[in-house]
């Protein structure tokens, strides 16, 4: 089916509905116009170096070093990913490969169910169970205690909320590996392990990149559940047990009421439009690898 | 061994063992990996039942929040619930009326790889990915735009973006799975295209697009980030598109950390209204598109 050959029954019902579906490029181009529109007098007002190394953040002087807020949140999403990545692998091998197919049929709504729990319930969980956790864990890894609203919190909550996405997208890659390549292996004497290794692995291995950098994706853009246990000092956080200050979270605090501070305004537009283009680049890379790996299994 | 065979191609016997060795060291740790997957789910579900069940009273859920509410005095988050209600009901209407008849257009006008039609759906991937704080910053812009205050529906216009592609996505994935064959038979008739979607397409597809819609009713229902600088917060039920709303996230949000316990046993309640939901929502899912598939035609 394409657009040529219309017949005119269908003109105007085709011309209405494709209004509709331009709709979401418009919405796209709408979010970036509007937050670089309002961000952009900002980079005049202040020197590009000065915003993203700098580390001071008094927006009652006119110190706007977006730095702190940027530290933060790279250390709670790589906290995040590197304890998710090794899990949710792992799991999806067990899931894509060795799981028997009862097991299977339980782990897709424990996982819908995880990838649908609201992120406040993440928070309020990572409040009550993670918080005092880590707390414990200071006192006795470092022997000094402190409130617990930490890196390490954060990316733990982190990392539970975007297993759901990592494993879903790599048990399908997974399961798209031809059973004649895995019969193959097995037929010549390969273990399971090794058919895992030799054939399942070395074909996904874009979909599994796909996989993780989609779960960096939602790491980085996640609010309201990091906002509740990282603690929110604009400070560079100089352990896992420090306390952080994303960007997400620096918006969800400030962005309602922007004070009429020169700067002030266009520096948490700025914030909202670096969180808008890394996630935007992280799609693409995303589509890169899938685009790859669906012409490998054709 | 069989004395036939060339020496090198008898696998040693240490060899085999450490091979299965490793295979089953490996089975051990994804298995434990898996289980550490549904184990979190499960903790996640007993610290917050466990904790907000008992806080959950009738009377919290029939009645609004009367005087000296955030001291500890008496009322209820009937607010909250009804206004989450209203918000994502609305918010799910606004979202179907624009992804349906996008979703027509990807699928009755375009061929299924057509470089139009991957663009579409690559643009809604991208606005999947886009954080809900971002919306929520999007939203706040267009409301100082046209002079709006924090308020019901610009709480429903932010939630509605955020809810979009993931609807669309989805609708797009269930009118997807509906047998070529079918449109053909009709075509063949001399339906016409639009016809065929809304006549056949649509109506095959329905218990799919049912699940779908709810899915997206869920993902709205949760977001606190969209909300947080649009809807506004009220202690009245809200009666009118252009007064602030109550949402449950927020109620969780705001009244977590008041020192006053009664206040926080009242967002332990709201955490258990909105978890039960979201459960019923997706058992409601499943359950209604096995029963829908029924009458399918495969």
């Keep these: 089916m394409s657009l040529k050959n219309l017949s005119q029954k269908d003109l105007w019902p085709a011309l209405v509905t494709a209004l509709f579906a331009f709709l979401p490029l418009l919405l796209a181009v709408a979010i970036f116009l509007a937050l670089s529109g309002k961000a952009l007098p900002f980079i005049s007002f202040k020197s590009l170096s000065t915003l993203f190394f700098s580390s001071t953040w008094q927006p009652g002087r006119g110190n706007f070093g977006l730095l702190p807020f940027i530290a933060g949140t790279i250390w709670v999403t790589i906290t995040a990913f590197f304890l998710a990545v090794p899990v949710g692998l792992l799991s999806s091998i ?174 948490l537009n700025l914030a909202a439009l670096i969180l808008l283009v890394i996630v935007i680049g992280f799609s693409l890379i995303a589509r890169w690898y899938l685009v790859k790996i669906s012409r490998r299994f054709g | 061994m069989n004395n036939s065979c060339p020496a090198s191609l008898i696998p040693k016997t240490g060899h085999l063992r450490r091979r299965r060795r490793a295979e089953l060291l490996f089975k051990i740790i994804i298995s434990i990996c898996a289980g550490l997957v549904l184990f979190s789910l499960i903790l996640i579900l007993a610290t917050i039942l466990f904790k907000s069940l008992p806080a959950l009273r009738l009377s919290l859920i029939i009645r609004t929040p009367g005087s000296g509410y955030y001291l500890g005095h008496e009322g209820g988050i009937l607010n909250a619930i009804a206004g989450s209600l209203q918000l994502t009901l609305g918010a799910t209407v606004v979202a179907l009326f624009i992804s349906l008849p996008a979703v027509v257009f990807l699928n009755s006008y375009l061929r299924r790889h057509s470089p139009l039609a991957e663009a579409i759906r690559f643009v809604l991937d991208v606005l999947w990915g886009i954080p809900s ?112 709303v109550a949402t449950l996230p927020l109620a969780i949000f705001f009244q977590l950390n008041s020192p006053y316990p009664e206040v926080q046993q009242r967002a332990y309640a709201a955490a258990a209204v909105l978890t039960i939901l979201i459960l019923l929502i997706s058992l409601a899912s499943r359950g209604l598109s096995r029963k829908f598939s029924q009458h399918k035609i495969h």
């Design chain 1, 94 to 267: 067990y899931l894509s490969e060795y799981a028997p197919s009862g097991l299977q049929k339980i782990f897709r709504p424990v996982l819908d169910l995880l990838a649908g729990l609201p992120s406040v319930i993440y928070g309020m969980w990572g409040v009550l169970l993670v918080v005092p956790a880590v707390r414990k864990l200071q006192a006795l890894t470092v022997g000094r205690e402190s409130s617990g609203y930490s890196v390490l919190a954060a990316g733990i909550v982190l990392a539970v909320m975007i297993l759901p996405t990592i494993i879903n997208v790599s048990v399908e890659v997974m399961s798209s590996v031809p059973l004649e390549l895995k019969e193959a292996a097995l037929s010549l004497g390969a273990t399971r392990l090794e058919v895992v290794r030799y054939v399942v692995l070395k074909k996904c291995f874009p979909g599994i990149m796909a996989a993780c950098v989609l779960g960096l994706a939602r790491a980085f853009g996640e609010t309201i559940a990091v906002l509740m246990v990282v603690g929110n000092v604009p400070e560079i956080p100089r352990s896992l047990f420090s306390p952080a200050y994303p960007l997400p979270a620096l918006l969800a605090n400030n962005y309602g009421e922007m004070m009429s501070i020169p700067g002030y305004e266009a520096a």
């Design chain 2, 133 to 244: 704080i971002v919306y929520g910053a999007f939203g706040f812009l267009i409301m100082l735009a046209f002079h709006l205050r924090a308020s019901l529906l610009a709480g429903m216009i932010t939630v509605a973006m955020v809810e979009l592609p993931i609807l669309s996505r989805a609708l797009d994935e269930t009118i997807n799975m509906v047998p070529a064959e079918l449109k053909e038979a009709t075509y063949s008739l001399g339906a016409s295209r639009w016809q065929t979607a809304i006549k056949v397409v649509l109506r095959q597809a329905f218990p799919g697009l049912l699940t779908a819609t709810l899915m997206a009713f869920g993902r709205g229902l949760g977001d606190a980030a969209a909300v947080l600088f649009t809807a506004g917060y009220t202690d009245r039920i809200t009666t009118s598109l252009f007064q602030p």
